[in-house]
């Protein structure tokens, strides 16, 4: 069946009314670790609508914070913004009253360069976490990216650029569909690759079960109003951002924001339409991020169906996503039961070991390996199982036998890289810290 969108060039600038520049302001300089030692790399980028625009955001739930978070959480309430700024290099967080004066320098200068209301900018860092921003050096950069704004495509590649860290490429995506017959845009960049399992939500209070830091910034010139494009954002970041880890751990900057400036001339309200095409692109920018994990050489799709519940279904995928021993097995391409069997039972789901299939498939395929039914042993090849798990991407299937509970994750294998990246150095104090 043909997909009711289709994807473009030009990611956060391909909807109408957008703006955006990214530049090199060596806000890194002090050090933010191996992944941010790339030369010249943009660390700074704007992003601009031409008109006031409806926002939305979804952020960290960590009970520590960084100050760009806290700023943007007091700000999204009002459901209005025109401009992000946003740096990598430096996170912003652990850096008390400093670092909240620092953002919020960051939104006025914005505000004023662009003659914008002062509470409509937004703010995001990422890097090194307990370093105070080089206020200097941000303050050039965001004057030479106001100098700059465009909407060409490498306007858009420029901002997906600025806020790489450990990344190994940027992640970009746009996508065109129609909404009340006419023509609408959603555009989104993203970066992560370590420090990635979020579990954020609006107020950044942790939801009852919990799921290098991830950003992402999006764009649309559809017209939704701005309590209806946050109940969008919600459901899209639950499909996407929030069923991903490759390390299990979650940053204390983890932001998703929204602006929705309603060129697109439809009617302003949520529509199934705009919600598809924004889960695709949520969800294609997830699945980017995972594919870049740190040190990543494989992508698993984990899948859990029949749990007793949904939580119980989540349960079980997260503890099989994050384990160590079974993460580390997928490295190998071994097909491992008896490690996912260990994490499953340790989760906090209800379990009856003798009720457990495990399989295994390719991608999209029907078919199935089983290397364990009602708990035990099949007659599979072993070797079969190893050409599955030995692919760079494969899918996972536990069925617990027991209700109606599903969940998924996306989650990427551990390797010797992941270790040796992350490891540190004593010996090169610019290496260490946040």
């Given amino acids: 069946m043909k997909a009711p969108f289709r994807e473009i060039p030009g990611?956060?600038?391909?909807?109408h009314g957008?703006?955006?520049?990214g530049v090199f302001c060596d806000i890194k300089r002090l050090g933010t670790g191996k992944g941010s030692n790339k030369g010249n790399k943009r660390d700074l980028a704007v992003i601009v609508s031409d008109a006031r625009a409806s926002a939305a955001g979804m952020f960290t739930t960590n009970q520590v914070c960084a100050a760009p978070v806290k700023l943007c959480l007091e700000r999204i309430r009002s459901g209005k913004a025109q401009a992000i700024v946003v740096n990598s290099g430096n996170a912003n967080a652990c850096t008390g009253k400093q670092g909240l004066k620092d953002a919020r320098a960051m939104s006025d200068l914005v505000a004023t360069k662009l003659k914008l209301g002062h509470g409509s900018v937004l703010v995001s860092s990422t890097g090194r976490i307990g370093v105070t921003l080089p206020m200097q050096n941000v303050r050039c950069g965001i004057a030479d990216a106001i100098a700059i704004l465009g909407s060409s495509p490498e306007h858009g590649a420029q901002v997906a650029e600025a806020i790489m860290t450990s990344d190994t490429h940027p992640k970009q995506i746009a996508v065109e569909f129609s909404l009340d017959g006419k023509r609408t845009r959603i555009g989104g960049v993203c970066k992560g690759a370590g420090m990635i399992q979020p579990g954020m939500s609006v107020s950044g209070k942790r939801p009852a079960a919990l799921h290098a830091t991830m950003l992402c910034f999006i764009t649309t010139d559809a017209a939704i109003a701005p309590a209806a494009l946050q109940l969008s954002l919600e459901q899209a970041v639950a499909q996407s951002f929030n069923r991903i880890t490759v390390d299990g751990d979650m940053s204390t900057n983890d932001t998703v924001l929204i602006l929705a400036n309603g060129r697109a001339g439809n009617a302003a309200r949520g529509k199934p339409a705009f919600q598809s095409?924004?889960?695709h692109v949520t969800l294609a920018l997830a699945k980017m991020i995972v594919r870049?994990?740190?040190g990543a050489s494989r992508f698993v799709t984990v899948?859990?169906?029949?749990?007793e519940s949904v939580s119980d279904a989540d349960a079980v995928a997260r503890a099989i996503a994050n384990?160590?021993?079974?993460?580390t097995s997928w490295c190998g391409g071994d097909p491992n039961w008896g490690r996912i069997l260990a994490a499953l039972g340790y989760s906090r789901a209800n379990i009856i070991e003798e009720k457990i299939d495990v399989s295994y498939s390719l991608p999209g395929d029907s078919k199935r390996l089983f290397a364990l039914r009602k708990g035990q042993p099949t007659n599979t090849p072993f070797t079969d199982l190893c050409?599955?798990?030995?692919?760079n991407e494969f899918e996972l299937h536990i069925n617990l036998n027991l209700g109606k509970g599903a969940a998924v994750m996306y989650a990427s294998d551990l390797t010797e890289h992941y270790v040796?990246?992350?490891k540190g150095d004593v010996s090169d104090p610019a290496s260490m810290g946040g």
């Fill in 11 to 15: 990611s956060i600038i391909a909807p």
């Fill in 18 to 21: 957008f703006r955006a520049a």
């Fill in 277 to 279: 095409a924004l889960n």
């Fill in 292 to 294: 870049d994990g740190e």
């Fill in 303 to 307: 899948r859990v169906t029949r749990a």
């Fill in 323 to 327: 384990s160590s021993l079974v993460k």
């Fill in 387 to 391: 050409r599955i798990v030995a692919q």
């Fill in 420 to 422: 040796d990246f992350n």
